[in-house]
């Protein structure tokens, strides 16, 4: 064997070696998110308390396999008008 086809058997080894592997990828899990209208203030009101406090007896996580949005009333105190 020649020196040039050494060369060439070993760079198509290492080429072959750098060849990236199909992979499966991962599933994208999906978090449940459940949307709390509230009728008081949103951080204040105490069915939403009493909610996540249910929701943590049931082993639920917030941020970690649940998500909660509250939306609450909005109180614009320069302007005088509550909506």
Same mark, same amino acid.
């Given at each position: 064997? /020649? =020196?040039?086809?050494? #060369?060439?058997?070993?760079?198509?080894?290492? &080429? +072959?070696?750098?060849?990236?592997?199909?992979?499966?990828?991962?599933?994208?899990?999906?978090?449940?998110?459940?949307?709390?209208?509230?009728?008081? /203030? =949103?951080?204040?009101? #105490?069915?939403?308390?009493?909610?996540?406090? &249910? +929701?943590?007896?049931?082993?639920?996580?917030?941020?970690?396999?649940?998500?909660?949005?509250?939306?609450?009333?909005?109180?614009?105190?320069?302007?005088?008008?509550?909506?």
């Amino acid at each position: 064997m /020649s =020196a040039r086809t050494v #060369v060439r058997l070993v760079l198509g080894v290492l &080429g +072959l070696l750098t060849v990236p592997l199909p992979t499966t990828a991962q599933h994208a899990v999906m978090m449940p998110r459940v949307g709390i209208l509230s009728l008081g /203030s =949103a951080a204040d009101d #105490v069915s939403v308390a009493a909610l996540r406090h &249910g +929701l943590q007896a049931l082993g639920y996580v917030e941020g970690q396999n649940i998500t909660l949005v509250v939306l609450g009333r909005s109180i614009h105190t320069d302007s005088g008008m509550v909506s």
